[in-house]
């Protein structure tokens, strides 16, 4: 079965670049899915910042498209993301996630499934 | 962007009743886009019902989902102790969002 494991800075500088990986294994990141990012801040609710394809094809959050880049790696069979110009409020559980589904009968399905553990990172001096 | 509002924010309920957990749109949204997590602390969120009404692999049929156009429902039909968690729902319209979650916790 596929798992996901998320790595990176656990603290990062206000005004600087978050970077995180999602490691895959299990299964191959050139499977017909996209893999997502999610984000969660402390005592809150589940944020979507973006998802890739192994072609490369990305989708963003608009809130967050200007600082946010996806990127897949498909020789490592994981996938990463750099978020920018961070502030306090990016302060977040993220979590990688297969965003897998189907289409049948003229209606496509969506979802999220499995999660990685999700990994903290801090913004903050 | 569709905002989801879930109902209620706290659930207070007894091992062996049943949950009624209520998910709305602020427009309408494809059943076929609608899904349910359950989240315990410290862990990441776990895929409980995708298109509205079908159960993920594994999960039990206590667990079932209801709903279409604005208004989506979650029902545990006899509450486990394992239940207790924090749930919330996630649709794709033009981009994914999810609600703000329903804490369901022990009376």
């Known amino acids: 079965q596929v798992q996901l494991q998320e790595s990176g800075p656990g603290l990062v500088k206000p005004s600087g670049t978050l970077s995180l990986t999602c490691a895959v294994s299990?299964?191959?990141?050139?499977?017909?899915?996209?893999w997502s990012w999610v984000r969660q801040p402390p005592g809150k609710g589940l944020e979507w910042i973006g998802e890739i394809y192994h072609s490369g094809s990305t989708y963003y959050n608009p809130s967050l498209k200007s600082r946010v880049t996806i990127s897949v790696d498909k020789s490592k069979n994981q996938f990463s993301m750099k978020l920018s110009s961070v502030t306090a409020a990016d302060t977040a559980v993220y979590y990688c996630?297969?965003?897998?589904?189907?289409?049948?009968?003229?209606?496509?399905?969506?979802?999220?499934?499995?999660w990685g553990q999700g990994t903290l990172v801090t913004v903050s001096s | 962007e569709i905002v989801l509002t879930q109902s209620p924010g706290t659930l207070s309920l007894s091992p062996g009743e049943r949950a009624t957990l209520s998910c709305r749109a602020s427009?309408?949204?494809?059943?076929?886009?609608l899904a349910w997590y359950q989240q315990k602390p410290g862990q990441a969120p776990r895929l409980l019902i995708y298109?509205?009404?079908s159960r993920a692999t594994g999960i039990s049929d206590r667990f079932s989902g209801s709903g279409s156009g604005t208004d989506f429902t979650l029902t545990i039909s006899r509450l486990e102790p394992e239940d207790f968690a924090v749930y919330y729902c996630?649709?794709?319209?033009?981009?994914?969002?999810f609600g703000q979650g329903t804490k369901l916790e022990i009376k």
């Open positions: 427009q309408s949204v494809s059943s076929s886009y």
């Open positions: 299990g299964g191959s990141i050139s499977s017909s899915n996209w």
């Open positions: 298109g509205a009404s």
């Open positions: 996630q649709q794709y319209g033009s981009s994914y969002t």
């Open positions: 996630a297969r965003r897998t589904g189907y289409c049948s009968d003229n209606s496509c399905y969506k979802w999220f499934d499995p």
